[in-house]
C-alpha cells in the first residue's frame, strides 16, 4: 500500500513539474538596464518595478507567453537632476505613461538549442511597435533567469524629441527573474 500511495504522490509531482507554469517576473535578481550616448558618451540606466506574467510549458511552446510591464517612474541613472528631467513630458512623461510594456506575439524555437526568438509588441509612452530579439532561459534558485537584448530608436516612441546631444538609437538588456 505504501508503494503505491508513494507512485501516485510521485507521478503527481512529475505531472505537476511539467504542466504549464505561470510565473511572476521579480525585481530581486532581475535588471531591466539600458545603455545609449549622450553628447558622445554612452549613459545606462536602470528600471525596477516589474509585474506581469510569464507563461511557459516544457510540453507545448505554443502556449508560452509574456506579458510584463516595468515601472516608467523608477527610472535611475544615478543622476537625480537626469532622472527629473527623463521623468519630464519630452521623455518618458510617467505622470501620463507610468509603465512600459511588453506583450509577446509570438515565441519559437531557434536553431541554437537553448535559445529562442521573442516577437512582442512594446509599449511605451501609448506608442507600440514590434520588437524581435532572441532569449535564454534558465533555471535559477526555484525559479527562471531570463535573458537577452535588442537594439531601438527612442524616436519611434517619441522619447527625447529632437536632442542633438542624445543619440537616436540604443541598446536595452534584460535580465529578468521570475518564479
Known amino acids: 500500500m505504501k ?3 508513494y507512485t ?4 503527481f509531482s512529475m505531472n505537476l513539474l511539467y504542466a504549464q507554469m505561470i510565473l511572476t517576473p521579480t525585481d530581486e535578481g532581475s535588471k531591466v538596464h539600458f545603455v545609449i550616448k549622450n553628447f ?3 549613459t545606462g540606466g536602470d528600471l525596477t518595478g516589474l509585474k506581469g506574467a510569464i507563461k ?6 505554443s502556449v508560452w507567453a509574456f506579458d510584463v510591464t516595468v515601472d516608467a517612474t523608477t527610472i535611475d541613472t544615478d543622476n537625480g537632476s537626469r532622472d527629473g528631467h527623463l521623468k519630464k513630458t519630452e521623455y518618458f512623461d510617467v505622470a501620463k505613461y507610468p509603465t512600459i510594456h511588453i506583450l509577446s506575439t509570438k515565441i519559437s524555437a531557434t536553431s541554437n538549442p537553448g535559445i529562442y526568438l521573442l516577437n512582442a509588441n512594446l509599449t511605451i509612452k501609448g506608442v507600440t511597435k514590434s520588437v524581435s530579439f532572441n532569449f535564454k532561459v534558465n533555471n535559477l534558485n526555484n525559479g527562471y533567469l531570463f535573458t537577452g537584448e535588442f537594439p531601438m530608436n527612442r524616436r519611434d516612441f517619441r522619447v527625447g524629441g529632437n536632442s542633438v546631444s542624445l543619440s537616436d ?3 536595452v538588456s534584460l535580465s529578468i527573474f521570475a518564479k
Open 3 to 5: 508503494k503505491l500511495v
Open 8 to 11: 501516485v504522490a510521485l507521478l
Open 40 to 42: 558622445g558618451i554612452k
Open 56 to 61: 511557459l510549458d516544457p510540453k507545448n511552446m
Open 169 to 171: 538609437n540604443l541598446n
